[in-house]
């Protein structure tokens, strides 16, 4: 037959009909010798000239029709047929194998009749042949199949859960077929696999929770728990479609994590707080890991982690309460033990959020927000800050707690992040000032280094309006000394002003210094003469300077002369003056002794006691007893001795925290006013809340400020006439220049 002949359509059939016949039988590997270039021209010519042919002889439709007859006559005699009597994996493997005969079936017939495809369905507007084949397929053998092959994969699927070994190559054939069959859409898929695997794995997973919620560990849980997720997230990439990962592992999650989250974390023996306290960081991490995924179910974990905290840290301030209450040790021992415990607390979690938290911003706020809670909390009615402040003078004061040059410096970069979570932070860095001064002055500082190591840090760290006065405080020792130098050379070099006993004089600088109590103490003769020498020196070198001399920070040694020997005696310029006077008199009373000193009442008590009554006696008192009374008689103590040659009498402490929190609060107010007028004199028009929020914001790096403080300073600025009341509106503020 020629190219082009004319043919009627049963003539040229009979040829189509023995191709598709001879491909059929290949397909179903009975014996027949392959197709040769002939046997295809032949066809292809045929096929060609059917449907190329002028009416009456254009057979494209009949042809059309014959070709979709063919595939449903071979779907209903053969391939349907051939899932009789099988089941499980042997049906899947005909399914595969009958998927893949009629994707070869379908190759070979789209090549013989290319022409139909290519001119026909065009110009009909019909399916085109793969989609006739593919429909064919679909409607006449997976519609048949497909429940008892999904029941056969998901059996599977559970076999291998179950810890089987299963044929995952054939599985994600018969995946493929299913996605396949939608011929590009993914709906089949969906709906006649996907929803029903996750659905059955939903189900299987809830059994396997709800056995191991009850027998399992929460570490043991949520590994078994993290372990499914894996495997399923493997089983998607061996054989599911990639588009049902998330939502099975959504769905698995859920019933492993989500169901059960408030039993798991709230386990009594191996829940998120055993696992804290426990330092179970494998757990956590893992636990993160787990609840990561739904933000909901985090939050329980972030809610945990915080109340946990919270707990561990108040347990230890009030251990450091009743430790105070019972007097088991010093305000000063019991706030260092409580601030070294909050430092390793700091070092533990800070490490959980950047370790096992992965640094989230949720356990970062959450930690911050626990600290802020108990690290505000006084102890024995110490604010928390001043005990802060007392743990660094316990590492910088002679004597204090014993550490390396390195622990030291790593200590002071914790006490700096931790002090981020003290709400007084001015309070604290007045404390430390007090501090500070005293360790300058009484030669108390164990290395300069390190005070200078500290103030850098708390200056890099909170900025340098923390640490001004301090560094000035610091420069002015180092110039002192420079001054007691040049007062030595101008002693030598004026030997006729002499001031009779050796003189060490310390400059301050005001404004630097805690301020101290400056009285009219009547110096005895021996300390005035001192006095007069040093401020001639003085004025040589700094007449426009004023100086104003603080005698309740000075010391003195003093030469005691008792009957069994000669002693030496260090006491503080008040004790020393005091004792003079037994120079010029065997007996004094106590009106006597306080008009000759100029002291107050309590400060002449707090002397009499502390070489009267305490420890060391060295004036007698009339009447012995422990009071000190404006009725009572002094006399020296001639017979009094010590097994040492030299020893320090210490006046009873001055609890100054209450004058430092006064001081505080006066700063405050300045500041509140200060902050006030920057962002009124930025905006020049303010509505109330803006100003009290913008305050607040601007007060916070320093402390937490009172809202009705703020509210009390506007007032008084308003008073003052910096600030007035719109007339028209009462809650906006206008700044008067």
Known sequence: MGLGSPIDFDEGWDDIEWAIFKLVRILEGLPEPPFDAEDYMVIYSTIYNLCIQKAPHDHSEQLYEAYRESVVAYNAEIVLPSFTDKHGEL???ELVSRWRNHQVLMRWLWHFFIVLDQYYVYKAEVPGLKQVGLVGFREQVFQKVKDNARAAVMGLIHEERQGGLIDRALLKDVIDIFVGIGNGEMSVYEADFEEHMVRGSCEYYSRRALDWIVEASGPDYMFK?????????????????????????????YELVVVYA????????????ALLRDNKEEDLARMYRLYNRTPKSLELVVNAFKKHVIDEGKAFVQQAEDAASNQQASNAEHGVVLITKIIEMYDKYVGYVNDCFMKDSLFRKAMREAFEVFCNIPVSGSPSAELLAGFCDSILKKGGCQYSDEAIDETFEKVVKVLAYFNDKDVFVEFCRKKLARRLLFDRSANDDHEKSFLTKLKQNCGGQFTAKMEGMVTDLTLAKDTQTNFKN?????????????????????GYWPSYKSDDLNLPEEMVKCVEVFKGFFDTQKKLRKLSWIYSLGTCNVIAKFEPKTMELVVSTYQGALLLLFNYADKLSFSEISTQLNLTNEDLVRLLHSISCAKYKILIKEPNNKAISPNDNFMFNSKFTDKMKRIKIPLPPVDDGTKVIEEVDKDRRYAIDAAIVRIMKSRKVLGHQELVMQSVEQLQRMFKPDIKAIKKRIEDLITREYLERDKENPTMFKYLA
């Open 225 to 253: 728990a993290e372990e499914c997720l894996r495997r399923e997230k493997e089983r998607v990439s061996h054989y599911l479609h990639s588009s049902s990962e998330q939502k099975l592992l959504e769905k698995v999650h």
């Open 91 to 93: 049906l899947l493997l």
């Open 490 to 510: 101008f002693l030598d070099s004026n030997t006729n002003i002499q001031p009779g006993i050796d003189l060490t004089v310390t400059i301050l600088t005001t």
């Open 262 to 273: 408030h039993q798991l974390l709230d386990k009594r023996d191996s829940g998120c707080s």
